[in-house]
Antibody, heavy 120, light 108 residues
Framework: EVQLVESGGGLVQPGGSLRLSCAAS????????MSWVRQAPGKGLEWVAN????????YYVDSVKGRFTISRDNAKSSLYLQMNNLRAEDTAVYYC?????????????WGQGTLVTVSS | SYVLTQPPSVSVAPGQTAKITCGGN??????VHWYQQKPVQAPVLVVY???DRPSGIPERFSGSNFGNTATLTIARAEAGDEADYYC???????????FGGGTKLTVL
């Protein structure tokens, strides 16, 4: 059974930092592009970042460029999101996802999410 | 950047067919994916590449994509289909993912 389990969320002050983790199991983690997607309270889905299987390619939504860093450790089947200089508008549930590809990229597997609250 | 437009809400009677649209410029030339999200749950992929269903998704869920509109069709709607539905494409020109704003489906 595929499992993606996020952790590391919590309450942080504006300007602070947080590191999210995602532990994967039930599939060959090193064979998949991975992604973070977030959802602000009461709002829709917003893609945050993608990372290639070997970590050599990374893509970010413009609003987090220079502040967030996606990374992975294939030996530990883990995905990470380092979030610096956090803003109130970063408050959201952050989902870890494994990407599928046939004609184009889609989010094949999802974790249950971890809540990040940025507030003073 | 590429924009996907969905109606905020759609209502359907039980047993009838619900259609949720996703509009975008020449979206018919792209592959569209659809997600179902029930309250306090993670999204679930229900249709990918316009028309394909992951294993475990009922045949009642189908998709189409022509011109400027992609459509998710849910046949014989059930109370358990009540959820938010999101369309998504990959914008290869920017290597960015784009989601529609989401549609709340009510079965009443």
């Amino acid at each position: 059974e595929v499992q993606l389990v996020e952790s590391g969320g919590g309450l942080v002050q504006p300007g602070g930092s947080l590191r999210l983790s995602c532990a994967a199991s039930g599939f060959t983690f090193s064979s998949f592009w991975m992604s973070w997607v977030r959802q602000a309270p009461g709002k829709g889905l917003e893609w945050v970042a993608n990372i290639k299987q070997d970590g050599s390619e990374k893509y970010y939504v413009d609003s987090v460029k220079g502040r967030f860093t996606i990374s992975r450790d294939n030996a530990k089947s883990s995905l990470y999101l380092q979030m610096n200089n956090l803003r109130a508008e970063d408050t959201a549930v952050y989902y870890c996802s494994a990407l599928g590809y046939s004609s184009s990229w889609h989010f094949r597997y999802w974790g249950q999410g971890t809540l990040v609250t940025v507030s003073s | 950047s590429y924009v996907l437009t969905q109606p905020p809400s759609v209502s359907v009677a039980p047993g009838q067919t619900a259609k949720i649209t996703c509009g975008g410029n020449n979206i018919g030339t792209r592959s569209v994916h659809w997600y179902q999200q029930k309250p306090v749950q993670a999204p679930v992929l229900v249709v990918y590449d316009n028309t394909d269903r992951p294993s475990g998704i009922p045949e009642r869920f189908s998709g189409s994509n022509f011109g400027n509109t992609a459509t998710l069709t849910i046949a014989r709607a059930e109370a358990g289909d009540e959820a938010d539905y999101y369309c998504q494409v990959w914008d290869s020109s920017s290597d960015h993912v784009v989601f529609g704003g989401g549609t709340k489906l009510t079965v009443l």
